[in-house]
């Protein structure tokens, strides 16, 4: 299970990193930079620390997944991107992937 949690905290790490990327205005402010390389630092310590027992397909299919929805989420609510029903219907999709993965797969390490 401390694995599930290292995953998780890989994930939030590297969100936190690229949202502070896009604040960052292309390495250009010194505080949101600073949160880029130390955001990814921690992700990508804590994704090898996951990689250990979850297999790494299944590791990265889940980062990306949860990544990307969470990503969007914030573009939302903090820089105004706007989302279509294609993009609402695509990120349901990447959900209910992640899903289906951890309920019915054989391969995830519960």
Same mark, same amino acid.
């Given at each position: ?33 600073? +949160?880029?390389? +130390? ?11 996951? +990689? ?12 990306? $997944?949860? $990544? ?11 820089? $105004? /991107?706007? +989302? ?17 993965? /951890? ?8």
């Amino acid at each position: 299970m401390k694995h599930w949690l290292f995953l998780a905290t890989a994930i939030v790490a590297e969100t936190i990193a690229t949202s502070s990327l896009k604040a960052s205005e292309g390495f250009t402010r010194f505080w949101p930079s600073m +949160l880029v390389i +130390l955001g990814f630092a921690i992700a990508f310590y804590f994704l090898s620390l996951t +990689l250990k027992v979850i297999p790494i397909g299944i590791a990265y299919a889940v980062w990306s $997944g949860v $990544g990307i929805v969470l990503i969007t989420t914030i573009s939302w609510f903090l820089f $105004g /991107q706007k +989302l279509d029903l294609p993009a609402l219907v695509g990120i349901a999709l990447i959900i209910a992937g992640v899903v289906i993965m /951890q309920v019915f797969s054989k391969v995830v390490s519960h």
